[in-house]
């Protein structure tokens, strides 16, 4: 079953993929770039945002990845701007000591208690839209597909499609997107795009031609002229002793439907990981000769990389 389980798992990621480089210009760019220079895309992780609620949450996201075969790792907690975060790491099994390996998984929620009145009713007219998640379909397709293998494409295709296009309420309008604003830019971003990636981030530690995170964002900044997040003051998130370096571009902005209208809101973004050895081990390579964790300051700043920019 693990081994169908990975098949449908690579036709989901290949899938996101898809819809994420269609939208999103800078992936194009920077991916053609990287392949240029003779280097892998190689990917680090894939990261998805909720609104609270029982069958839109965290919760919803995290069992549809574990039905897939993904395990729950650790718990982040983002107290100034009110979100939790888990992560989730691929079946590693025999792949562990591997080069090639399928991204890990970062889920986040809002937490709800300490908004305004105003705010906590916003959030739930819309999360109250969602009154069944397709958790037990996609139980019961999984299932089917040790009996009918062949069903795996449309398998594969309905929880893309439940990943790529995120939670179906309503179309908000401007005003409530700017009242979420005014206390989360998360929340606001959210509301907008659901629960579909809103960065894929790729592995620079594997590339050949980049020896530091610092000589990569030079590459992105100077060769592609494209612009990296500056939240706390620095492009690099992270230092080599808590085993993490991240970057990250701005996002682009898509247009979007509201229901008076249609504007531009930042989208999606591309996040730059070096992940250092562990103790004892050399940069070989292998994924578990790495930190395979995430750092709750360095995500801090990532977030901000959906901001409004004005
Ligand atoms: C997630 C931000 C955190 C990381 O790698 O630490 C993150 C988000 O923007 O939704 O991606
Ligand atoms: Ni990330």
């Not at 392949?35 to 680090?44: A, I, L, Y």
């Not at 949450?57 to 975060?85: M, P």
């Not at 930190?291 to 004005?310: H, M, P």
Request: proline share 4%; aromatic share 12%.
């Amino acid at each position: 079953m693990l081994e169908i389980k990975k098949q449908v798992i690579s036709k989901i990621i290949k899938q996101l993929w898809i819809n994420y480089k269609n939208k999103v210009g800078q992936v194009n760019v920077i991916e053609e770039a990287i392949r240029k220079q003779g280097d892998d895309w190689s990917e680090d992780h894939i990261a998805f945002r909720t609104l609270p609620g029982i069958h839109c949450d965290l919760n919803i996201l995290k069992e549809v990845f574990e039905l897939l075969g993904y395990s729950k790792k650790d718990d982040y907690e983002f107290k100034e701007k009110k979100l939790k975060a888990i992560s989730l790491i691929p079946p590693i099994e025999a792949d562990a000591h591997s080069t090639k390996i399928f991204p890990k998984v970062f889920i986040s929620v809002l937490e709800l208690d300490t908004f305004s009145e105003k705010f906590k009713a916003c959030v739930t007219k819309y999360t109250s839209d969602i009154v069944a998640s397709p958790l037990n379909k996609f139980k019961q397709e999984i299932e089917s597909l040790k009996s009918n293998p062949e069903k795996i494409e449309d398998v594969a295709n309905s929880i893309s499609l439940f990943l790529s296009y995120g939670a179906s309420w309503r179309t908000p309008t401007f005003e409530d997107y700017e009242l979420l604003r005014k206390e989360s830019e998360y929340a606001a971003w959210t509301l907008v795009y659901g629960n579909t990636p809103n960065h894929f981030t790729v592995s620079v530690h594997l590339m050949k031609n980049f020896k530091s995170l610092k000589e990569f964002n030079h590459f992105i900044q100077e060769k592609l002229k494209i612009s990296l997040n500056k939240s706390g003051g620095d492009f690099i998130k992270g230092t080599p002793s808590v085993k993490l370096e991240q970057s990250a571009t701005l996002a682009e902005e898509c247009i979007v439907p509201f229901q008076d209208g249609f504007k531009k809101i930042p989208y999606a973004f591309v996040e730059f990981a070096f992940r250092f050895p562990l103790e004892g081990k050399s940069n070989n390579g292998l994924w578990d000769s790495y930190y395979q964790g995430f750092v709750t300051d360095n995500a801090d700043k990532i977030f901000e990389s959906t901001n409004i920019r004005n």
